[in-house]
């Protein structure tokens, strides 16, 4: 692989001087040929050659390049440039300069702060039991178990169903009069919550959206690392007294702790951007997050400057603060695990 | 996720076989789910075969054309014709989608509808990308409300779209609720109840409450009283030179505070329209009156079903007053222009409005319809025969010509949905929801 990449490395460098190399290896052949035509076949073959050996991995890679240029570079680059614009939707040929004022206006937003709190509040309420939701049943998944396969599969069904369905199953569940949970409750002996009208109670209801959907699938990269962990280390933590639950503090978990970034990594990654949960649990004009925006996230409060208010430029400053609230979440990441790598 | 092929035991390698065909499947289920969805951008404006031209219609929700029998109707009388109708379910997803292909130039349909909330949006600031229809043969402004014309119609006389439908508004209410509490029955004295006055619509809800069937109320919410109110007035979010002005309109103050006065007194059922517990209200025959244009009649039939058959029927409301309705437009950057215009006329005329109204009660702009025996005995069996035709034609003719502006869909929203919602379901004081609707409002139109 490394050889692999330093070709290609090396191959990047002879365009870059202007096509002229060629040219001149042709030139130094030259003399030697005898036989025009030939020497002509023979030149135009190596050349092919030398074009396909240089060029293939190009040609094989790019389909990847040409879509991320397509539909990731290129809206991530015009939407940087229309952020220092005032554009609306409706008149997208009246653009006005305006500077960094879409930004710094998010200062004085307190919608935006509210979908900035609502987002880190419900990140947390859904990450965090999450994961360790997932690292308790890895462990259990982990145990040799009848049917085990059937378990694994199961807990990959939630994250293969769409989050419309999911949404609007899960809708119907907290419903206030006829809603299942409320029933629930009802039977226990609590009054009818309205779950959607309340901060607290609309927020983990959308958490339990993303906690349903998501906990099998990192179940499933808990149990992948945790299959990777020798089995002597179990048998030696055996030998030294260890207990089932200290082998899983004192050997698993440390084994694991590159993994567990990683998912801490993708989920927060997830959890800011979250929009189809809650979009879909605020059921018609769901980009609100509510009548008081009680659980409306970043990710739809920028929908609702851009396609409901047509503010685009807006909307535009909105996704590059949280593309660059993604970089600083990622910066702390990176520290972290620098210095989880040097306490080892 | 590589390191799973470390693991040494004999059922791994099936296991990972399995779970990979189940995933591939799952995945495979999804991606067949989304294509799904891509139904309704195919190819706009293509050429049929044949010689054929293909003429594509985008709409949103339900118009009711095809429903009517009006493309294969066409297609007989024009053979070399075919229609082709792209649907998108809501129109807030309809909309900015428009706006977006009338932007690029290209992505639009031969035709393209536009609901009443976006089309002085559309008039003030697309009128440049639609083909002008006031002087297109086969269109007669005679035939139209001249309001509902006047709405799609530019400074300098340039009409960007036909009206379609119109929303003139009756009181939907539920007889067996109405006798049990002690009220009449009787559609005519029903309308007698309330005639003239919102307010004596609110003093019937407080005889209502008195005896009220347990668990019922007399009205669904506080939203589609606003409205109702609202709506009944000839300005009310902007005036006639553009100016926003919902912070002083009378129309805007008189609906708020009658809605205000149903809520804090018990008569709504604080519910949000066009949600899953509306439709639940309705099913479970939670409350008694809602105000209803006559679009709404299908949905109330649908959501109410079976258990509600008959028990239904429709009366004249308080002011007449008009919600909802559309048009349709020919953006210039079609590719069958001429075509896309005739076929616009064709729908809209008086004839073909009355049909669309006989099938999907969507009450036509062309007042030349109202005398045709489809509109004007029309009856509507699940609401105990009322003559839906008469009750609507007759509200339609005293609609005030309402003042819109390009806004008024935000505007209108943040009232309902911020302001209201946050009185009925979150327990606020009226100022508050007010104050929370005007910081909405100053922010959506904040550009």
Known sequence: MVSELSDIAGATASPAQGGAAPRDEAAQHRPADHDPAAALRRKWRSRLYRWDVKGSPYAFVSPFFLFFVAFGLFPLIYTGWSSFYRVELTNLDAREFVGFHNYTRLFQDEFFWNALRNTFTIGVISTVPQLLMALGLAHLLNYRLRGSTFFRVAMLVPYATSVAAAALVFTLMFGTDYGMINWALGHLGFGHTDWRAGTWSSQIAVSSIVIWRWTGYNTLIYLAAMQAVPSDLYESAALDGASRWQQFRHVTVPMLRPTILFTIVVSTIGATQLFGEPYLFGGTGGEKGGSAHQFQTLGLYLYEQGWTNYHLGRASAIAWTMFLLLLLIAAVNGLAARWLRKSQ | MGTTTKSHRHRSRRTAAVALAAVAALGASLLAGCSSDSGNTSSPGSSGGKGKTTITVGTFGVFGYKQAGLYDEYE???????????????????????????????GLSDIQAIEVGNINEVVTTQAAKFEDLSKASGVDKSNFLPWKWAQATTADNKTVALGTDIGPMAICYRTDLFKKAGLPTDRTKVGALWAGDWSKYIAAGKTYKKSAPTGTTFMDSAAGLYQAVSNSYSERYYDSSGNVVYKTSPSVKT??????????????????????????AFANGKFASLPCPSWMLGYI??????????KWD???????????????????????KAEAVKLAAWLTAP???????AKQASFPSAPGAYDLPAVKDAKH???????????FASAAKSIPTLVIGPKDQQIYTAITDVGILQVEQQGKTPAQGWAAAVKEINNALDQ
Do not use: C
């Open chain 2, 76 to 106: 007989k009388a024009h053979p070399n014709i075919t229609i082709k109708e792209n649907v998108i379910e809501r129109n807030d997803t309809y909309y900015p989608q428009l706006l977006t292909h009338l932007a690029a130039g290209s």
């Open chain 2, 255 to 280: 609906a708020w505070n009658l809605a205000m006065e149903a809520s804090t007194s018990g008569l709504t059922g604080k519910l949000k329209l066009f949600d899953k517990a509306w439709d639940q």
């Open chain 2, 301 to 310: 039939q649908e959501k109410s079903g079976d258990s509600g058959k008959g």
């Open chain 2, 314 to 336: 429709v009366a004249a409301a308080p002011k007449p007053a008009n919600w909802g309705g559309s048009f349709i437009g020919v953006p210039s950057a079609g590719k069958n």
């Open chain 2, 351 to 357: 004839e073909q409005q009355a049909k669309v109204f």
């Open chain 2, 381 to 391: 069996a699940y609401f105990n025969n009322a003559p839906i035709g008469e009750i």
